[in-house]
């Protein structure tokens, strides 16, 4: 069955970076795109990009460029997102989902809390 | 970019009773439009996509409707787990989720 499995919660302090993980397993890891989703606490979804998890390509949300990096390890099936120049207000729990056939967000890891406090 | 807008942020029903949810884009989004359901502090299912079709799994009383610029979710009969918040989503220009509505047991 299809599972992503990430990372777990982290605090940082304002203006340090974060790096969550997002491992997939249970189906053809190269063949699918992977998306990053945020949520503030009692807010909505934020779409913050997508990377093409075999070749790496990658397309981010105009809020978040300049800020965020996605990367994939084909070696181990894992897709990562780097947040830069934390502060306050990325305090949220952040998503990896498979981009399914359809493009659509059809798998969902459980999310990883990450706090940002000084 | 595209702006989902949804209506209304809170809605009040009893089990049984027949649920309507609205999306409304800034712009057409050509059927590019999905539905996702969250209950709390799980992350979202994909319910629906392209304007009408249902995710695997998905009961029948789900349905979506909808062109253009304005789109419908429905639940027939509510049963009790579908209390919980609907986000709708777009494709049709990257991608973009609405503000969410609040389905909640009157």
């Known amino acids: 069955q299809v599972q992503l499995v990430q990372s777990g919660a982290e605090v940082k302090k304002p203006g340090a970076s974060v790096k969550v993980s997002c491992k997939a397993s249970g189906y053809t890891f190269t063949s699918y795109y992977v998306h990053w989703v945020r949520q503030a606490p009692g807010q909505g979804l934020d779409w913050m990009g997508i990377i093409n998890a075999g070749g790496g390509s990658t397309n981010y949300a105009e809020k978040f460029q300049g800020r965020v990096s996605m990367t994939t390890d084909t070696s181990t099936s894992t897709v990562y997102m780097e947040l830069s120049s934390l502060r306050s207000e990325d305090t949220a729990v952040y998503y990896c989902?498979?981009?399914?056939?359809?493009?659509?967000?059809?798998?969902w890891g459980l999310g990883t809390l990450v706090t940002v406090s000084s | 970019e595209i702006v989902l807008t949804q209506s209304p942020a809170t809605l009040s029903l009893s089990p049984g009773e027949r649920a309507t949810l609205s999306c409304r884009a800034s712009?057409?989004?050509?059927?590019?439009l999905g539905w996702y359901q969250q209950k709390p502090g799980q992350a979202p299912r994909l319910l629906i996509y392209?304007?009408?079709k249902r995710a695997s799994g998905i009961p029948v009383r789900f349905s979506g409707s909808g062109s253009g610029t304005d789109f419908t979710l429905t639940i027939s009969s509510l049963e009790p787990e579908d209390f919980a918040v609907y986000y709708c989503q777009q494709r049709a220009n990257w991608f973009s989720f609405g503000g969410g509505t609040k389905l909640e047991i009157k």
């Open positions: 392209d304007t009408s």
């Open positions: 712009q057409s989004v050509r059927g590019y």
């Open positions: 989902a498979r981009a399914g056939p359809n493009v659509y967000f059809d798998y």
